[in-house]
């Protein structure tokens, strides 16, 4: 699978619409980074953050490692074993010999064998793993079987989730710190000036896909007579609504990139719910619905609440009842969501909900680990500062 390294003027749409994030080490790090790459990834956007900010990056990209039939590709996922892996591995210890990256960033890679975390620690590569998701969450997904195994071998796990800061420390974690999902300015970004409910034509509207209750959420509010919209994808869809249900509220199919963008700008309200099988505090995308200068109606949650002021840059809910109250109350007043979205855009610019900010504490830590791995493993140690970064959490 081929994709984009780097989106074309990605430099010139980050520096107009957010504040410059720089990295002031001495020498740009270099980067094996080694992820799903494709514009249903999250992974691709950071990859982009990482080269903004002047590393250098060689992509290994964990798609082409799949096999090509349908069942096998089930089977050794959930397996996490087989040729795949094994090629995987070899891959990836081929390219750091290669290319003597700093580093090797990974992003869910669930292929990876420990012992290849132990050989790239021998040559004095340091080890990074952002993980999205929740292996310790209540969803029960496959494929977690290798990562497990990993966990004691990486030098720094990134999570998402205070919970898993212990969960990890108690399988052996040598660091974790807890970073934020984030939006990528050069995709995530507000309409033209003048756009208006004219232009809107998805009233409530949830892009995304259907854990928890959400269909049953979705099914109530248009049970309630909202004109809902819900856009995702199709055979995940079908499973869970009717067959009624699914010909009156699905439309538009997957959106990524410009498509996805735009059905945000084109929804008066954007829905954004918590996946609560994975013990989320907040969710990406309710920081993609703002850095878009959408109207964002949120389940609340502490996260969201430390995130975004309550009715003033975002509306939260609780429960189906004022869900439907905050809907009823907001739809009609084009000129109060308008407001609402634009402080919500506003917070998210301020205080670095985007991936150039939130990439560069990570790159942060690792500035911090990297002398003691190349020590331990005899490498001659090269100049390295720490870096500035903007005001966020860290856990």
């Known amino acids: ?63 082409e490692y799949a096999p090509g039939n349908s069942v096998l590709r089930k089977i050794s996922f959930r397996l996490a074993a087989g040729p795949w892996v094994d090629r995987l591995n070899r891959d990836l210890l081929s390219l750091a010999e290669q290319e003597t990256p700093d580093l090797v960033w990974t992003d869910k890679l669930l292929g990876m064998n ?131 249900a699914f010909a009156r509220l699905y439309r538009e199919g997957e959106l990524y990139l410009q498509q996805y963008r735009e059905a945000i700008w084109r929804s008066k309200i954007n829905l954004s719910f918590l996946t609560r099988s994975n013990k989320d505090e907040f969710v990406h995308k309710s920081f993609e619905i703002a850095g878009c200068g959408g109207f964002l109606l949120a389940e609340r949650s502490e996260g969201h609440m430390q995130r975004f002021h309550e009715d003033e840059e975002a509306v939260f809910f609780t429960g189906h009842d004022e869900l439907a109250a905050k809907i009823r109350r907001y739809l009609p007043d084009a000129e109060a969501r308008a407001r609402i979205a634009a402080a919500g855009h506003a917070r998210a610019v301020r205080d670095g909900y985007y991936n150039d900010c939130q990439v560069d504490l990570i790159l942060a830590r690792m500035r911090s680990i990297l002398p003691q791995v190349r020590a331990a493993a005899g490498v001659p140690g090269i100049a390295i500062q720490p870096v500035a970064h903007a005001k966020t959490e860290v856990g």
């Open 1 to 63: 699978m081929t994709v984009q390294v780097s989106p074309s003027s990605s430099a010139a749409r980050v520096n107009a619409i957010v504040p410059s994030v720089a990295s002031t080490g001495s020498a740009p790090l270099r980067i094996l980074y080694a992820a799903g790459l494709s514009p249903s990834d999250s992974s691709l956007y950071r990859m982009w953050a990482l080269q903004r900010l002047g590393a250098r990056v060689v992509p290994l990209n964990a798609h």
């Open 114 to 244: 420990p012992e290849t975390l132990q050989r790239l620690r021998a040559m004095g590569i340091a080890t990074v793993c952002y993980m999205i998701d929740n292996p310790f969450g209540t969803r029960r997904d496959p494929g977690w079987r290798l990562y497990m195994k990993d966990i004691p071998h990486y030098d720094l796990h990134v999570v998402q989730r205070d919970a898993n800061i212990a969960d990890y420390k108690a399988r052996g974690a040598r660091d974790v710190i807890k970073i934020q999902t984030a939006y990528e300015p050069t995709v995530h970004f507000p309409p033209p000036t003048g756009w208006s409910d004219a232009d809107r034509d998805r009233e409530v509207s949830f892009i995304g896909t259907p854990y928890d209750d959400r269909a049953q959420t979705l099914e109530w509010l248009a049970g309630q007579g909202f004109c809902v919209a819900i856009s995702g994808n199709q055979r995940a869809w079908q499973r869970v609504l009717g067959a009624d």
